[in-house]
């Protein structure tokens, strides 16, 4: 099982994630808190780390690769030259993880922020469509 990067429409992440669920076996959707101000103060908000792109682990075969290209508001599945998907290291995704994480805590050091909060630095749906930050 290896990841991959799948090119969508912006805006459109969620539900594409949604749609690509049964044929994969995890999917995330990176995001990070940021502040915002608003008329009553300040608002920590979640915001896309990546937009136009998830993440995918899968066991890519041909007919899997065919499905999700052909998704609504999916672009691709991220390729080389040779249109051979390119797949992503673990230990990448870890990183990745890991710093929006560090960022998360470092940009919405309030309060009455929860710790659930805080630790929402991806929303990853399982094969079932529930999805849970």
């Keep these: ?7 969508v ?4 992440e969620k539900y594409v994630a949604k749609l690509i669920s049964p044929f994969v076996d995890e999917v995330k959707k990176f995001t990070k ?3 915002v101000k608003t008329r009553k103060g300040m608002k920590c908000v979640s915001v896309p780390m990546l937009p136009g792109y998830i993440l995918i682990k899968v066991d890519m ?14 672009i691709n599945v991220i390729t080389d ?17 890991r710093r929006i994480y560090n960022e998360n805590i ?5 309060s009455d922020l929860s710790s659930d909060l805080l630790a929402s630095n991806a929303i ?7 999805f849970y930050m």
């Design 1 to 7: 099982m290896e990841w991959y990067a799948v090119k």
């Design 9 to 12: 429409l912006k805006n459109e």
């Design 33 to 35: 808190m940021t502040m």
């Design 61 to 74: 075969t041909d007919k899997k690769f065919s499905t999700i290209n052909n998704l609504p508001y999916v």
């Design 81 to 97: 030259s040779k249109l051979k998907p390119i797949t992503i290291k673990e230990e990448a995704i870890h990183q990745l993880e």
């Design 106 to 110: 470092e940009q919405c050091k309030l």
């Design 124 to 130: 990853t749906f399982n094969k079932n469509n529930n």
